[in-house]
Nanobody, 127 residues
């Protein structure tokens, strides 16, 4: 069973950048496809980006395409979310999540697909 711990959140001005990290332990990291979700106050949790087990395939929601990049380092058991060009609407708690990937290149886009979650890290973008 995998445990996930996020880090890297904080307060940043509009147009700034942050890199979130999610360290995994307790499982074989390369067996898991990974996702970054976010939840703003009063809103439902939404997928931001996801990546396949070996990193060869990824998915982004339209609002972050061209600004966010998801990546993973299986040797370090870590998945990253590089966020550039941050906007106030990116303000949210960001969660890392994992799902046992059936195929090495599968990506998962539904929250209900994911069985393991981190505790979240706050990202606040000030205007």
């Amino acid at each position: 069973q995998v445990q996930l711990v996020e880090s890297g959140g904080g307060l940043v001005q509009v147009g700034g950048s942050l890199r979130l990290s999610c360290a995994a332990s307790g499982g074989t990291f390369s067996d898991y496809a990974m996702g970054w979700f976010r939840q703003a106050p009063g809103q439902e949790r939404e997928l931001t980006a996801s990546i396949s087990r070996i990193g060869g395939n990824s998915y982004y929601i339209d609002s972050v395409k061209g600004r966010f990049t998801i990546a993973r380092d299986n040797a370090k058991n870590t998945v990253y979310l590089q966020m550039n060009g941050l906007k106030p609407e990116d303000t949210a708690v960001y969660y890392c999540a994992a799902v046992l990937g059936r195929y090495r290149l599968s990506v998962y886009v539904r929250g209900t697909d994911y069985g393991y979650w981190g505790q979240g890290t706050q990202v606040t973008v000030s205007s």
